[in-house]
């Protein structure tokens, strides 16, 4: 997707709704991103908002929901696929289209790609390594014999976590692992613990991230809604809040688009400000990087650039000021310094005088060049590129990106002499 459009569809559907209706904006991923045979090319991608239970675009409204039939359907974009429909991507238009699942095989000549076919997850005919756990727990939570719950999660969390099961786990119990997580009558423990399962499959899982992508494409929605619902910030509140925003961190890390609008990210800075938990406040840092990442590296000027950011995060200071702490933070392990210094590179770049740095960054860069400086010329043979591409960077970021704060700064100095 084209971050020009998602600038432009963002600008023009900022411009068209009141801020404080319930309106969101709903990811922009395309459809046919994954189909490269026959993409049709007048297909572009269109600015979809949530109204209610419709979605709507410049053209009109149709259902939020997806009303499946026994016939081909085209799902339209966002739409919400509910559970047991066959899904395959139509290779004549590009299209994905879903109907009623059902026993006979599929035998159409336009299809060459099912893509998915996924059937109701509590059907009796269903049986695999898990289904009679998943059965008993379902049962216990029914029954509300959480202590039980408790244990049934435990046993399961182990397999959660391997490659293989974690998937199986996703594909056949999803419906019921985010029914069970964002079910604000359900305790929190419980909660919190589906939670933790999700994160054991999703995490260094591709395909289950893919999965849940492609099939459950409002689950960063519901989610970001859930925490946007939170009332009492008691302890128990935050851990579940530090899971989704695990899960949050593992799914937008994979497809930045999902992050769409003002609303996600000032429930982020809620949660940051609120929250006092250091390693909940990286994942934060984390997610916005990836942001301003990837509308860094659109082929877009600065001032588009720098634009689309301050549409979407107005507070951009703010986060450059706890990029610039995090970053001095003497404990940050090196992928953390790395990925903060080059948020912060990435803003200073397309945002000129507009942002400001710390002289407590300036400082911190300049004793990092003097460290870096003496490490690169260390003499050792076995290079490490990756070490010393990020060193140089560095240390030449200092004329090339912050410059102006530099004379700025060694200014103020004088000036107190
Ligand atoms: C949430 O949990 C409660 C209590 O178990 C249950 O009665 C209700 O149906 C659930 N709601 C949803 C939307 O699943």
Redesign the pocket.
């Known amino acids: 997707m084209e971050l020009f459009w998602y600038i432009s569809l963002f600008i023009t559907t900022v411009f068209a709704i009141d801020q404080h209706n319930q309106i969101i904006l709903a990811p922009t991923t395309s459809l046919t991103e994954d189909v490269d045979v026959h993409t049709p090319i007048d297909i572009k991608p269109t600015d979809v908002y949530v109204s209610g239970d419709l979605l709507c675009n410049d053209e009109g409204c149709y259902p939020l929901l997806f009303e499946p039939s026994s016939d081909w359907k085209v799902i339209k974009p966002e739409q919400r696929l509910p559970a047991g429909l066959d899904i395959r991507v139509n290779l004549e238009t590009g299209l994905k289209e879903a109907k009623l699942g059902d026993a006979n095989p599929i035998d159409d000549a336009t299809t060459t790609a099912v893509t998915n076919v996924h059937k109701q997850v509590d059907a009796p005919s269903e049986n695999y390594e898990f289904s009679e756990q998943f059965a008993k727990l379902r049962d216990s939570?029914?029954k509300?014999d959480y202590s039980t719950v408790e244990s049934q999660f435990d046993d399961l969390m182990d397999f959660a976590h391997d490659y293989k099961h974690g998937y199986k786990i996703i594909i056949k119990e999803f419906d019921f692992l985010q029914?069970v997580a964002l079910?604000n009558?359900?305790p929190l423990n419980i909660r919190e613990l589906d939670a933790r399962m999700i994160i054991a499959c999703i995490r260094n899982n591709p395909p289950v991230i893919e999965y849940i992508e492609q099939n459950y494409p409002n689950f960063v929605r519901d989610i970001f809604n859930n925490i946007n619902e939170v009332q009492d910030v008691t302890p128990d509140v935050q851990l579940l809040v530090k899971r989704f925003i695990n899960i949050l961190t593992v799914l937008i890390e994979s497809d930045p688009t999902y992050i769409v609008g003002v609303v996600d990210f000032e429930t982020l800075r809620k949660v940051f400000y609120t929250i006092d938990d250091k390693q909940l406040k990286l994942r934060i840092l984390e997610i916005i990087a990836s942001f301003v990442d990837r509308v860094h590296h659109e082929e877009l000027s600065k001032t588009m650039k720098r634009d689309g950011i301050m549409f979407v995060i107005p507070k951009i200071q703010d986060w450059t000021k706890e990029f610039s702490k995090f970053v001095r933070d003497s404990d940050i392990d090196e992928v953390h310094l790395r990925k903060f210094f080059n948020t912060l590179y990435d803003l200073k770049t397309d945002f000129g005088t507009d942002i400001k740095i710390d002289t407590s960054f300036i400082n911190w860069l300049i004793n990092q060049i003097e460290i870096r400086s003496k490490s690169l010329n260390n003499g050792i043979e076995q290079r490490d590129v990756e070490q010393d591409t990020f060193d140089r960077k560095l240390i030449d970021s200092r004329h090339k990106v912050f410059g102006n704060e530099m004379a700025d700064s060694i200014k103020n100095f004088h000036d107190e002499l």
């Open positions: 939570l029914a509300q029914g079910n009558s359900l």
